[in-house]
């Protein structure tokens, strides 16, 4: 009896072991078109990212990525992301899309992905202050739909000396037009950012200190709501062991999981990992506001004295040659005295001379 407690033991050991090192590990799933979709699984309490989807052609029909293959990449937002399972539709037929890069039909469909542990996660609801390193926030209810009338903020403090990356992995929030219905706003004490709409797997442009992060939605429709990646740089010289990327994290949270899909799933070696790209998608979002109105306030005044200093100098310029030449002036004037001349002088300057002048301005 024991030795058959002490196997169990040891069994549930060494699942929980492997749990640990597959959460957040680059895992993929293919399958070719002959199915008519395509489902893989994190399991309970764990959310899925979906980092990278395409179509592949293999010349030997093999239903996963191979090297060498032909592919293209898929750029389009998965609702699934988020939840603990995903599902995707195939093209009938058996072929897909035609591949640009060798004009060859793609013959298989193939999604990388990771699992994500929900207790890595904070609402940005409840958690006012937020001081770890590095971590992921979501909007109330995420996956699920946000309230209405939201108005909360959070904030990441961090080292002076530290700036934050911040990764939008899905952000789904109500826009009318082109103008946001409900928002989520960034913002630190020199630049914001404001968002809106749809987009996934797409970096922010720029990086922040101290960071603020605000959710607002109105009394009218309900999205899915935002679920963000953020990670300080660089590294706090105490820290033993953090993510390289948002792509790649190794969390070390014991929760069950049982990833699965229907068909050619393996896991990523390290290699692989592709960093965080940009999705492209039709989405209007507010600029940053790069230069804050100090920093243009001080641009147009140091501008305006620059000026200033040049005139000034030119104007010295201009005084010195103009005193230069009246000094040079006078000293072609001839300036006698007449109580020291004598009687020829006197008799000689009785007929006015034409042939001599004084004066090389009468000249």
């Known amino acids: 009896m024991e030795y058959s407690q002490k196997i169990i033991s040891v069994a549930i050991l060494s699942f929980t072991m492997i749990v640990q090192c597959m959460a957040g590990t680059p895992m993929s799933a293919s399958a070719c078109f002959a199915q008519k979709s395509l489902t893989f699984k994190c399991g309970y309490g764990y959310m899925l990212r979906i980092t990278r989807t395409l179509y592949?052609?293999?010349?030997?029909?093999?239903?996963?990525?191979?090297?060498?293959?032909c592919v293209e990449e898929e750029r389009k937002l998965y609702p699934c992301v988020g939840r603990e399972s995903c599902s995707i539709n195939l093209p009938s037929g058996g072929v897909g899309r035609v591949i640009?890069?060798?004009?060859?039909?793609?013959?298989?469909?193939?999604?990388?992905?990771?699992?994500?542990?929900?207790?890595?996660?904070?609402?940005?609801?409840?958690?006012?202050?937020?001081?770890?390193?590095?971590?992921?926030?979501?909007?109330?209810?995420?996956?699920?739909?946000?309230?209405?009338?939201?108005?909360?903020?959070?904030?990441i403090q961090v080292e002076s000396y530290q700036h934050l990356q911040l990764y939008i992995l899905d952000l789904d929030l109500e826009m009318a037009s082109s103008t946001c219905s409900d928002f989520m706003l960034a913002?630190?004490?020199?630049?914001?950012?404001?968002?809106?709409?749809?987009?996934?797997?797409?970096?922010?442009?720029?990086?922040?200190?101290?960071?603020?992060?605000?959710?607002?939605?109105?009394?009218?429709?309900?999205?899915?709501?935002?679920?963000l990646y953020y990670e300080a740089t660089p590294a706090l010289t105490t820290t033993t062991q953090r993510p390289t990327s948002p792509?790649?994290?190794?969390?070390?949270?014991?929760?069950?999981?049982?990833?699965?899909?229907?068909?050619?799933?393996?896991?990523?070696?390290?290699?692989?990992?592709?960093?965080?790209?940009?999705?492209?998608?039709?989405?209007?979002?507010?600029?940053?506001?790069?230069?804050?109105?100090?920093?243009?306030?001080?641009?147009?005044?140091?501008?305006?004295?620059?000026?200033?200093?040049?005139?000034?100098?030119?104007?010295?310029?201009?005084w010195s040659r103009e005193r230069k030449r009246r000094r040079d002036k006078n000293q072609f004037i001839e300036v006698q005295n007449p109580g020291y001349r004598n009687s020829n002088e006197f008799q000689q300057n009785a007929i006015p001379r034409t042939d001599v002048c004084y004066n090389y301005v009468d000249c």
């Open 247 to 318: 792509m790649a994290t190794n969390h070390k949270t014991p929760q069950p999981v049982a990833p699965s899909s229907t068909t050619g799933e393996h896991t990523l070696s390290p290699k692989h990992i592709i960093p965080i790209t940009k999705t492209v998608n039709n989405v209007n979002v507010d600029k940053a506001k790069t230069l804050p109105f100090a920093a243009i306030v001080g641009g147009v005044i140091g501008t305006l004295s620059f000026v200033l200093v040049i005139l000034l100098v030119l104007l010295i310029v201009k």
């Open 56 to 69: 592949g052609h293999n010349s030997a029909g093999l239903c996963s990525l191979q090297p060498g293959d």
């Open 187 to 227: 913002q630190d004490t020199i630049q914001s950012l404001t968002l809106c709409g749809k987009r996934g797997n797409e970096p922010s442009p720029v990086s922040w200190k101290n960071l603020t992060l605000r959710l607002s939605t109105n009394s009218r429709n309900n999205y899915k709501g935002f679920w």
């Open 100 to 155: 640009s890069s060798c004009n060859k039909p793609s013959n298989y469909f193939h999604v990388e992905y990771e699992c994500i542990p929900v207790s890595d996660t904070k609402n940005i609801c409840d958690s006012p202050v937020i001081t770890a390193q590095q971590g992921y926030i979501i909007t109330p209810g995420y996956p699920n739909n946000y309230g209405s009338n939201i108005n909360c903020t959070a904030r």
